[in-house]
């Protein structure tokens, strides 16, 4: 865990263009006085930002509407490969897939949150809003309980203090004390279970990635609806392929 303190003087210009990206992000091609009726800022200060943003090429304009710049995308490549485990990841995944026919994620920890790094989908016609890229809080996902399980309890409590335990759906677990309960079981067994917790209709299982001390560093999930995805195949079956292909991965680190 990085203790390095966060800066308790923001730049406030540079949080003002992060905010107008995030819009962006969230709602694709809008115009400037869309954005500025969606932040806290004065339409020319919105406008100011723009251009600077347009002229780094973060963003471009297509008739008065802005959208991101896949020059973006060249930062995110970029990111990712600083991630030990993920050609080795993508190939299990890949793997996990063909074998399983479900839908596949791997994910890194970072800070409190999960980042979906690679997908794969197998012959599973199932489609969801996750995306590579998107972050997501741990505690509503199979793979995030399993990272959380093995948090040392200083880290797991501080998540929680930080984040909260914001629901997703009516089975999103909201209650410490029963998370922890969870926590303790996923440990016992080596992978947890997400049953409808995030998406309404859609079961898995998820298991992590430890680094050479133990630490959780991210994880492999493998979900399918509800309705298929259930009893012995979703408590054993699956769990069964997902711990093979985690030791697999784990034994690439370390001899690596």
């Not at 990841?89 to 800070?111: C, I, P």
């Not at 259930?230 to 093979?244: I, S, V």
């Amino acid at each position: 865990m990085d203790d390095t303190p966060r800066s308790n003087r923001p730049v406030t210009t540079t949080e003002s263009s992060i905010r107008l990206l995030e819009q962006l992000k969230d709602r694709p091609g809008q115009t400037l006085d869309e954005l500025a009726a969606g932040s806290d800022l004065a339409r020319s200060t919105v406008h100011r930002h723009l251009l600077t943003l347009e002229d780094n090429d973060f963003l471009f304009r297509e008739d008065g509407t802005f959208y991101l710049s896949l020059r973006l995308l060249d930062f995110g490549i970029s990111a990712r490969t600083r991630v030990p485990f993920f050609d080795v990841g993508r190939r299990q995944v890949d793997r996990l897939a063909e074998e399983t026919g479900e839908k596949v994620w791997l994910v890194a920890k970072e800070g409190d949150f999960s980042i979906h790094l690679y997908k794969a989908f197998g012959d599973s016609p199932l489609r969801t809003s996750a995306r590579v890229g998107q972050r997501r809080y741990l505690h509503q996902l199979a793979v995030g309980k399993a990272i959380l399980a093995y948090l040392d309890a200083d880290e797991l409590e501080a998540i929680i203090d930080r984040q909260g335990l914001l629901e997703m759906t009516e089975h999103t677990i909201t209650d410490e004390d029963e998370l922890l309960e969870e926590l303790e079981a996923t440990r016992e067994r080596g992978y947890a279970f997400n049953i409808e917790e995030s998406i309404e209709g859609l079961n898995a299982v998820g298991a992590p990635i430890r680094d050479e001390d133990g630490t959780p560093i991210g994880g492999i999930s493998i979900s399918g609806p509800a309705n298929r995805v259930k009893g012995a195949y979703l408590r054993n079956e699956l769990p069964d392929k997902l711990l093979a292909a985690i030791d697999e991965i784990q034994i690439n680190l370390r001899y690596s």
